[in-house]
């Protein structure tokens, strides 16, 4: 549960009943263009993509995108020392999964060039967590997958994998899970300029990517780009494409399909558009997470439709940070802060300790420079100082 969120006035929590998966949703699709529904949907007909007695559940999944998609972008090397103690910090929080780093090409991100010390790092010295932890890293072709399996070679029993899972945090002598990512695109431009090749070769690459992963037991991340605008092709892009993406991932096994409005392009009704779509292609919203930017503010309203609609796991990253390399004007993520006051607001149960990231992001963005771009996590520390100010019981900060 989050601290003190009594702190923030008397914030009504929204009825239940308004946030449960709603079957008007569904109707709004009426003038689609054609349903996918391929062997993914029929090989998964008993898990129903709309149950029928919706159930509400009040847990959400934040995944904390921070140390990878937050940093990446920054031009300055940010030293290994600071990227570590960032992931350390986070996993103290509350927060289960953590995406710690990339093994992409380091002419084309350097800033991800010393994930490989990362890893090893996590794996050596795992960060005492309150929580079972699961490090995700990104792997984009079968040379990034091979890099992070010689390091977990390395380690054969510092981490857990999906059959070894124990359930157990790092303080109840558990491991750490790990997690490959693989990032596809919604348009042939972004695929291009992020991949350097087609939608069609990159699902090649990631089918060699998926399997091998499978095979050394890792779960599997499968993120789509721009789904919700392109930087080179325009607001348009065709929910139907990422419907049929998002459903060869998943039939080459990945775990878990994230859907990226990289630019931050997304409007409530699109978010809605899309989701229906996906609903439609038969893709069950358990295997969905939604990646908003918030480079127009509308991160947390988008968030809302997700919610509605039924999606449980959302990606933030601490103090706002973030931005895609080759998305030209994207902002930084939506931030963690923002999005665990919002969840906790609306009466879900997110786990993680809002205090604790709102020091955190003060303290990253101080470390690199930036501004915090968390207008809740700038909020609490507002708050924390008055109440010290007043002579009131404010809590120490706690990272
Ligand atoms: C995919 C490639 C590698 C193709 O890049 P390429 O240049 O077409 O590939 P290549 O096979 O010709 O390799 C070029 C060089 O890179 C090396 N190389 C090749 N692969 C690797 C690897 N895995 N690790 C380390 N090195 C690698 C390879 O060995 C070679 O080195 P050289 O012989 O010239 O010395 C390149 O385009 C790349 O690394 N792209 C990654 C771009 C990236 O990281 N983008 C940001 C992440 S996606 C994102 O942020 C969006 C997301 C996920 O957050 C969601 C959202 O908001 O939308």
Request: aromatic share 6%; hydrophobic share 35%; net charge negative.
């Amino acid at each position: 549960m989050v601290a003190n969120m009594s702190r923030f006035g008397s914030l009504q929590a929204i009825p239940r009943q308004l946030l449960r998966t709603s079957v008007h949703l569904r109707a709004g699709l009426q003038g689609a263009r054609t349903t996918i529904s391929r062997s993914y949907a029929t090989a998964n007909d008993q898990r129903p993509s709309q149950p029928t007695q919706p159930t509400f559940d009040n847990r959400v999944k934040i995944v904390e995108v921070g140390p990878r998609d937050g940093l990446q972008n920054e031009k300055k090397s940010i030293p290994l020392a600071t990227k570590i103690e960032l992931i350390e910090r986070l996993a103290k929080t509350g927060l289960q999964t953590i995406e710690a780093g990339a093994f992409v090409s380091p002419k084309w991100v350097p800033q991800m060039a010393n994930s490989d010390e990362i890893l090893e790092h996590l794996l050596k010295t795992p960060p005492p967590s309150p929580v079972p932890l699961t490090f995700s890293f990104l792997a984009p072709n079968t040379k990034g997958l091979e890099s992070a399996l010689s390091i977990l070679g390395k380690y054969p029993d510092a981490y857990e994998t999906e059959t070894t899972r124990s359930g157990k945090s790092a303080q109840e002598g558990g491991k750490p899970a790990l997690e490959i990512a693989v990032f596809a695109a919604a348009t042939e431009s972004f695929s291009q300029k992020n991949l350097n090749c087609s939608i069609d070769a990159s699902l090649r690459q990631f089918k060699e990517v998926i399997q091998q992963a499978k095979q050394a037991n890792l779960r599997v991340r499968a993120y789509i780009s721009v789904v919700l605008g392109c930087p080179f092709e325009g607001y348009d892009v065709d929910p139907h494409r990422v419907a049929a993406i998002a459903t060869d991932l998943l039939e080459m096994g990945a775990d878990e399909i994230s859907l990226g409005d990289t630019t931050g392009m997304g409007t409530a009704p699109r978010t809605k558009e899309l989701l229906n779509c996906l609903s439609l292609a038969g893709i069950r919203n358990e295997d969905l997470a939604m990646h908003f930017h918030d480079t127009y503010a509308q991160a947390l309203v988008n968030t809302a439709v997700a919610l509605e609609h039924g999606i449980r796991t959302f990606d933030s990253s601490v103090g706002g940070l973030g931005g895609c390399p080759y998305s030209p004007g994207a902002t930084g993520n939506v931030a963690t802060e923002n999005v665990v006051y919002f969840m906790e607001s609306l009466g879900m149960d997110t786990g993680v300790d809002l205090d604790r990231v709102a020091d955190i992001g003060d303290w990253i963005t101080r470390e690199i420079g930036k501004p915090n771009d968390s207008v809740v996590g700038k909020a609490v520390l507002g708050a924390r100082k008055r109440e010290k100010k007043e002579g009131g019981d404010a809590e120490a900060p706690q990272t």
